[in-house]
């Protein structure tokens, strides 16, 4: 069964760090992009990072540059979402999703273009 499992999230205080990964079953991930996506109540989901299949680079949102640092890991088959210097407004549940291509990704690379989900795992910023 191919499959998207975020882990990683939970309840941290503003200016704390958390690491969310992305493990992939079934398939194997480094032949896929990924997009981390965000979602809060009441706002649309919104890409806040991005690595490529084909060379690896990657783009972030206005929002998490230099808080937040994408990465892979392909003999774990896991990608990973390094948030540093967390703030509340970065709460929300966040979403892995994959792209087979080897087009390269981008933040503007919208989540139609994704073809496989994870279910999600809330952060939350609080103290």
């Known amino acids: 069964q191919w499959q998207l499992v975020e882990s990683g999230g939970g309840l941290v205080q503003p200016g704390g760090s958390l690491r969310l990964s992305c493990a992939a079953s079934?398939?194997?991930?480094?032949?896929?992009?990924i997009g981390w996506f965000r979602q809060a109540p009441g706002k649309e989901r919104e890409g806040v990072a991005c690595i490529s299949s084909s060379d690896d680079s990657t783009d972030y949102a206005d929002s998490v540059k230099g808080r937040f640092t994408i990465s892979r890991d392909n003999a774990k088959n896991t990608v990973y979402l390094q948030m540093n210097s967390l703030k509340p407004e970065d709460t929300a549940v966040y979403y892995c999703a994959a792209r087979s291509s080897w087009d390269p990704v981008v933040i503007s690379t919208t989540e139609y273009e994704y073809d496989y989900w994870g279910q999600g795992t809330q952060v939350t910023v609080s103290s």
């Open positions: 079934g398939f194997t991930l480094d032949y896929y992009a």
